[in-house]
């Protein structure tokens, strides 16, 4: 009989790439297993799939394939489909017709399992966040029901083992295939997974072993912590099944912006207005700090931008909290809006004073001026 060409089989280009044909495989082969198509020629199907698959996906056969057909792959010493293609490879494809392969031995399904971990946001003021405080907060988890001791069952009886699964939780069953025996291990539907059955469930978890818990708790925020931080508190998340210990709460911050300091860091910055006369004459003025005020030196005739530095006044180290940052002072010279009779006749005042002090400047320039090119001669 002649063979059809490996690419028709798979339905697939022959510039296909590796990912090409392995999907345009997989796509047929859920379609053609002798387990999902009961049609008489769906196993001959498979194996010609099979076939192209084993050929293809090997890039020595498939270039001898491309050169020289099917004559090529016989003179090679092919003998054509023998199932050696990487099950590693289409495990998930067989699991989707059969469940895991290879028959595992099934897990304790009354063994103790974590909790989950909760996560709770919570939101600090800037100073909080710089200095570190203790915040009471009501959290809801689940803990272990104290009437029934986490067993689900009412005090007094005990759970019975499931029949259907004998207590493994599990059902095997086995396909056979030509390509080899598989075993499907599938939940028990029955005890859901649980090997046991409650036959008299606790009226206060109704049978599930934890209950609902609000409660408060203290979570302490050390200083220096930063907006997105997040904090662990071990064994507050919910209680874990079969008695198994509970996860752990995650605390994500978020810190409120300051109306005057922006932070980057551990260091502070902030903008400081100063007066025209301040700027030129100098002064000592008193600039915010997150903790309180500190008095800076501003020297005569500072322009606007100029940054002075308070040093330590900035935000605590996190693993480090007697160290910390710095605060940077940007001074901004502010142009008044609205003056009064006094101050406008002195800022008059100054301003005949620059125009004379202007003038006899350009006096002198012109002076100089006048000796250098020689006129006036």
């Known amino acids: ?35 999902v ?32 057909g099917h004559d090529g792959l ?30 595992r031995s099934a897990v304790n399904p009354n063994a103790p399992t974590r909790g989950n971990d909760l996560r709770l946001d919570l939101e600090l003021s800037f100073n909080d966040a710089i200095f570190g405080i203790k915040k009471d907060v009501e959290i809801e988890h689940l803990e272990h029901c104290m009437t029934c001791k986490g ?18 939780g599990q059902i095997q069953r086995t396909a056979r295939t030509f390509i080899g025996s598989f075993t499907q291990v599938s939940t028990c539907p029955d005890c859901r997974g649980a090997g046991q059955k409650i036959t008299s469930p606790c009226q206060e978890c109704a049978g599930n072993g934890r209950i609902q818990v609000s409660k408060v708790i203290t979570i302490t925020i050390p200083a220096g912590v930063d907006h997105g931080a997040k904090l662990r508190i071990s064994g507050e998340g919910d209680a874990g099944k079969n008695l198994g210990p509970s996860g752990d709460l995650y605390v994500v911050l978020y810190v409120k912006p300051h109306e005057l300091f922006k932070r980057e860091g551990v260091n502070i910055y902030i903008d400081q207005a100063i007066t ?87 006096g002198i320039l012109n002076k100089f001026k006048d000796a250098f090119t020689g006129s006036g001669h």
Do not use: W
């Open 1 to 35: 009989m002649t063979k059809r060409d490996y690419y028709d089989v798979l339905g697939v280009e022959r510039s296909a790439s590796q990912d090409e044909i392995k999907k345009a495989f997989r796509s047929k082969a859920r379609e053609y297993h002798p387990d």
């Open 37 to 68: 198509n009961k049609a008489p020629e769906a196993e001959s199907m498979f194996k010609e799939l099979g076939e192209a698959y084993e050929v293809l996906s090997d890039q020595e056969r498939r270039s001898m394939y491309d050169h020289y």
């Open 74 to 103: 016989s003179a090679s010493g092919y003998q054509g489909f023998t199932g050696g293609f990487d099950f590693g490879d289409l495990s998930d494809l067989f699991s989707s017709f059969f469940g895991e392969m290879g028959g």
């Open 151 to 168: 067993t689900g069952s009412k005090p007094g009886s005990s759970p019975t083992k499931c029949s259907t699964c004998n207590g493994t």
């Open 276 to 362: 025209f006369s301040q700027a030129a004459l100098g002064a000592t003025i008193e600039a915010p700090k997150v903790d309180g005020v500190e008095k800076i030196k501003i020297n005569p005739g500072v322009q606007t931008g100029t940054v002075l530095v308070i040093k330590g006044c900035g935000v605590p180290y996190l693993n480090n909290p007697s160290r910390r940052g710095d605060q940077y002072v940007r001074l901004l010279v502010v142009t008044p809006q609205s003056l009064n009779d006094e101050q406008k006749k002195l800022f008059k005042r100054l301003e005949e004073i620059e125009q004379e002090k202007a003038s006899k400047h350009g």
